[in-house]
């Protein structure tokens, strides 16, 4: 007899483990799309105020409004977020695909960047992911993800050199 568990029971564990990665942001809602924040993760690496400034605007309040483009053009800059710290549901729309192969970018004195099929476990538990920036210097107060505190305190963690071997 198969111990596998129903298939329904694992759509419903995986919709709690991508639940999970939001769990901590803040939401923002238009119509067609809704954009969740996460300020502990956001690592200013600024593709969201490059890629949409009318939209992703600092100097408002809020300061981020989904409903000053369209609903897929907001998408497409959340993409773009290295950290995981930007997210969004479509109204009308496919959830947003992991990248495939999984790619990971070790930055300079800084975190690793992944894309992919992650499943990452978190004190609060494992979440379903597709960006996420992860520390690597042992100083994160918001384990297991990179919170600025590596450049805060001026660590140095180089990217691995290729002929390194
Ligand atoms: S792109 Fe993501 S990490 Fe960068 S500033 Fe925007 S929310 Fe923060
Ligand atoms: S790598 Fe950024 S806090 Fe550790």
């Not at 995986?14 to 803040?26: F, L, N, P, T």
């Not at 993409?79 to 999984?102: D, F, I, K, M, V």
Request: charge should be negative; include cysteine; glycine fraction near 6%.
């Amino acid at each position: 007899m198969s111990q596998k568990p129903p298939a329904d029971s694992e759509d419903a564990d995986r919709e709690d483990e991508e639940e999970m990665a939001i769990s901590h942001a803040r939401a923002y809602t238009a119509p067609g799309v809704r954009v969740f924040y996460d300020r502990g993760r956001c690592l200013h690496f600024a593709e969201c105020v490059r890629g949409l400034p009318e939209v992703f605007d600092v100097g408002k309040r809020p300061w981020i409004q989904p409903g000053k483009a369209s609903a897929e053009q907001v998408a497409e800059v959340v993409r773009r977020c290295p950290s995981g710290a930007l997210h969004y549901r479509l109204e009308e729309g496919p959830s947003e695909e992991p990248e495939q192969p999984t790619r990971v970018e070790f930055v300079s004195n800084g975190p690793i960047n992944l894309r992919g099929d992650l499943s990452i476990d978190a004190p609060a538990g494992r979440m379903r992911e597709v960006r996420a920036s992860l520390c690597r210097c042992a100083r994160t107060e918001n384990e297991p993800f990179c919170d600025n505190a590596c450049r805060r305190a001026g660590s140095t963690s180089e990217a691995p050199s290729r002929d390194n071997d």
